[in-house]
């Protein structure tokens, strides 16, 4: 039991970052969770089989190694963001073409993402994720327009 006081140290170390970097994300992102989720459940009966770009396996740019973290973290509000928008693109570019697109492998906004992926912190993401949906959901989107 005598070890358990010296780890107390490495474990302010290792989990205080962690708990700065939720505390930043929610500062710097005034969205609302659960509106968040409500528009998701809305998009997802149909583009549900929609994935990310990104792959969190070895993330490197800085932008995505937020959203990765945000994904496995204690709160996951920007890769949730980041789950609305991809849905939100693809309901949109559906409602422009007026055709049906393979969920599978749906055309991307390369424009959006060199914008989203140049982000370096948690204030700039939220920014593009709810400029992104704003543009392709309108008055649907729960974000302020």
């Known amino acids: 039991m005598t070890a358990l006081p010296r780890l107390a140290p490495l474990a302010a170390a290792l989990i205080g970052p962690l708990l700065a970097a939720a505390a930043a994300q929610a500062a710097a992102c005034s969205a609302d969770p659960a509106a968040v989720e409500a528009a998701i459940a809305r998009l997802e009966p149909r583009y549900g089989a929609v994935l990310s770009d990104i792959s969190c396996d070895a993330p490197t740019l800085p932008a995505q190694v ?3 973290d945000a994904a496995l973290g204690p709160d996951p509000l920007l890769w949730r963001m980041g789950r609305l928008d991809d849905l939100a693109w693809v309901y949109a570019v559906e409602n ?3 055709q049906q697109i393979d969920l ?3 055309p991307r906004d390369g424009d959006f993402i060199a ?3 140049a982000c370096g912190d948690a204030a700039c993401l ?3 994720l709810i400029g992104h949906t704003n543009d392709s959901l309108g ?3 729960p974000y302020p327009q």
């Open 115 to 117: 914008r989203r992926d």
């Open 126 to 128: 939220c920014a593009q």
């Open 66 to 68: 937020l959203m990765c």
């Open 104 to 106: 599978a492998a749906p």
């Open 139 to 141: 008055g649907e989107s």
């Open 96 to 98: 422009a073409t007026g």
